[in-house]
């Protein structure tokens, strides 16, 4: 039974690389080889600061959180990955150095992983994961961007509509005080924009 979701999650893997390049049969295998599964239970780290990244996670099921912790002990999220999303701390990953930030589970999670060795080794056999990720790297930096400029030109209201146009599957999952932290409002004040959304709906 296990084996049998181990080789489903891995074909949705296989199916997502093929969205953005069609995989040969060596292609996939490799896939198959390198990367590998982990269940992680609700609140359980996937990655604490001060430790090094030395995974790249791809969500099969469930939903992951990066955040970062200030000196007065709130909470700034930076990234949720729920299913089909990536999740990693990209620095220290490729650089092999302390994370900043944390990474946990909001969910029972299932993901398939990949260590920095054998992506590097993926690289090397097939250069079409080479250009696969670099796509992927090269979409997570443009909605870093997007999410830096909203920050500093978009209301708060303008920011919750583009959370629910991002990510409008884990809408309805999160906490409302996980989307504020995310947005950097109260929960109170996302609770309110909930309403009016709602009553506007109506």
Not at 20 to 25: K, T, V
Request: aromatic letters at 12%.
């Amino acid at each position: 039974m296990i084996e049998d979701q181990e080789i489903a999650s891995k074909a949705s893997l296989i199916a997502y690389f093929e969205n953005i390049i069609p995989l040969n049969q060596k292609e996939k295998a490799l896939v198959l080889e390198k990367f590998q599964s982990r269940h992680y239970r609700k609140k359980q780290y996937v990655l604490q600061e001060g430790d090094i990244s030395t995974h790249m996670y791809f969500v099969v099921h469930g939903c992951l959180r990066m955040y970062k912790v200030d000196n007065k002990g709130g909470i700034h999220i930076i990234h949720f990955a729920a299913e089909n999303w990536w999740m990693s701390n990209i620095g220290s990953f490729y650089s092999a150095m302390p994370s900043e930030m944390n990474i946990d589970a909001l969910e029972n999670t299932l993901v398939l992983h990949i260590s920095y060795n054998d992506l590097t080794t993926l690289y090397v056999q097939s250069p079409k994961f080479n250009r696969i990720f670099r796509v992927l790297i090269e979409n997570s930096y443009v909605s870093l961007q997007k999410r830096l400029l909203q920050n500093i030109s978009s209301t708060a209201e303008d920011r919750y509509n583009s959370f629910l146009e991002t990510y409008s599957h884990l809408a309805n999952r999160l906490p409302q005080n996980q989307i504020a932290a995310f947005l950097g409002i109260t929960p109170e004040f996302v609770s309110r924009l909930r309403h009016r959304l709602n009553k506007s709906n109506t």
